[in-house]
């Protein structure tokens, strides 16, 4: 089932400013429970890290950085507290866009460019999100959230430079988006 969606906010949604608290509790839990902050890259290295354990467990023992998630004693990459972070908020976007009618899927795309160099330019953007967070020893969530949480400098240096960088890009791509 293709849904079309409109760049109007639906009555379903939440309260910005509400979700915005909101995450500002959960932030606040996080680093009362766990001493740490929030972030998702994580658990996507935990994932990565237990997918090579699993299919070659000779390399993980021979590389010293694999080596040290499989040790005895220590706890498995995939019980790590971020990956039922990332779980969690998986179920929780598909429960709140079935709850809303908002769950389908759906290319969104401006008038100028096709479905399909929508597509490459979404994967594209993605692995170089990844591959800067990697660079960038954490994901938007964890090095620009919690770390201006916690008032740090290099969070609010993150932040300007996600924002910054994306304004730039984006006056660039504007004519793809626009009638």
Request: proline share 3%; charged share 10%.
């Amino acid at each position: 089932m293709l849904k079309t969606f409109s760049m109007e906010r639906p009555k379903s949604y939440m309260n910005p400013y509400l979700a915005g608290f909101l995450l500002g509790l959960v932030l606040l839990a996080a680093f009362f429970v766990t001493g740490r902050g929030l972030g998702a890259s994580g658990a996507v290295k935990s994932v990565v890290i237990q997918t090579v354990g699993s299919v070659s467990p000779a390399y993980a023992a021979d590389n010293p950085f694999y080596e040290s998630y499989f040790a005895e004693g220590t706890s498995r990459p995939m019980r790590n507290w971020l990956v039922f972070l990332a779980i969690g908020v998986l179920v929780g976007a598909l429960y709140s866009g079935f709850m809303s009618g908002r769950a389908g899927f759906a290319i969104d795309k401006g008038p100028r460019i096709t479905k399909t160099t929508r597509l490459i330019f979404a994967f594209a953007g993605g692995i170089l999100f990844g591959l800067g967070s990697q660079f960038g020893r954490g994901c938007t969530s964890g090095a620009a959230l919690s770390g201006m949480a916690v008032l740090s400098t290099a969070g609010f240096l993150t932040m300007i430079a996600i924002f910054g960088t994306g304004f730039i890009v984006a006056y660039f791509f504007r004519k793809l988006w626009i009638r």
